[in-house]
């Protein structure tokens, strides 16, 4: 039966049997098996956490050393599966991201109710303006109701608005 120790110390004499099996061998040697520092025999040693982390102490910051190269090789294999997903990284160096491309304004206070006035003062339902415009009815619902910002409205579209109604809906 294995018995379990901190390495402390005692045991009542076992000095020649491996803390983690508990087999006797001549050939005892120190290990840090879950944050346990025990004794163990050859064919528990590949247990030994310090030699996986390529630390070869035994303290408890071993944990915390090893916690950022734990987060940064599930982020490597993350961005490889996408990587993957996608066919290559290499579209990410052509292409870019521009996250300048259709940015929202900063937008005037009931904004929404100001589109919505405008749109039934020149008799045009959210449908016609839609047409007119060429956007989706969803995006000019959203403009009206004041969800621009949640609904992922581009700022061409405001722009567009603004234009068509006369309005002033960007705070500049």
């Known amino acids: 039966m294995p018995k379990y120790s ?8 076992d000095a020649d049997s491996c803390e983690l099996c508990g087999r006797s061998s001549p050939k ?3 290990a840090n098996v879950a944050g346990a520092n025990l004794l163990v ?8 956490d310090s030699k996986h982390e390529g630390t070869g ?7 915390s050393d090893s916690e950022p190269s734990r987060k940064k090789r599930a982020a490597q294999r993350q961005a490889k599966m996408y990587d993957q997903a996608k066919g290559d990284s290499k579209h990410w160096e052509r292409e870019g991201t521009n996250y300048e491309k259709d940015r929202l304004p900063y937008l005037v206070s009931d904004y929404g109710d100001v589109v919505a006035t405008a749109r039934q003062d ?3 339902t959210v449908e016609e303006l839609a047409a007119e415009l060429d956007a989706d009815e969803s995006d000019i619902d959203a403009v009206e109701q004041g969800r621009a910002t949640r609904a992922g409205v581009g700022g061409s579209l405001v722009r567009a608005i603004e234009e068509k109604l ?3 809906l960007v705070d500049e």
């Not at 025999?41 to 030994?48: E, I, M, S």
């Not at 102490?57 to 944990?63: A, H, N, V």
């Open 122 to 124: 020149a008799g045009l």
């Open 166 to 168: 006369d309005v002033t």
């Open 6 to 13: 901190t390495g402390s110390g005692g045991g009542g004499g």
């Open 57 to 63: 102490g035994s303290s408890s910051s071993d944990t």
């Open 41 to 48: 025999c050859p064919d528990c040693a590949p247990h030994d």
């Open 28 to 30: 005892l040697r120190r």
